[in-house]
């Protein structure tokens, strides 16, 4: 089992910044992808990035050249989010696959202004 929480989110005017952290407790070492989604009001949750254990990214074409997301420790992944636009704002969801099960965090909301 492996338990997911993030923090990091709030209210952020459009062009600025906001970085958001999902630690995990648990089984951590069982982890071989960890990722971020988000789901805005009357949408579908979607895939905003993910990291595989040796390191490598993909991102959604919106976030693209925009959003990094980083592996800090074993049980620690960041979402950095620079030049925030409107259509960002959505429920952030933290992520986390071993093999054969998939975990979820509560979620943290982002808000842009315009």
């Known amino acids: 089992q492996v338990q997911l929480v993030e923090s990091g989110g709030g209210l952020v005017q459009a062009g600025g910044s906001l970085r958001l952290s999902c630690v995990a407790s648990?089984?951590?070492?069982?982890?071989?992808?960890m990722g971020w989604y988000r789901q805005a009001p009357g949408k579908q949750r979607e895939l905003v990035g993910r990291?595989?254990?040796?390191?490598?990214t993909n991102y959604a074409d919106s976030v693209k050249g925009r959003f990094t997301i980083s592996r800090d420790n074993a049980n620690t992944m960041s979402l950095q989010m620079n030049s925030l636009k409107p259509e960002d704002t959505a429920v952030y969801y933290c992520?986390?696959?071993?093999?054969?099960?998939?975990?979820w965090g509560q979620g943290t909301q982002v808000t842009v202004s315009s």
């Open positions: 990291i595989v254990s040796g390191g490598s």
């Open positions: 992520n986390a696959g071993t093999w054969g099960s998939e975990y």
């Open positions: 648990g089984s951590i070492f069982s982890i071989n992808a």
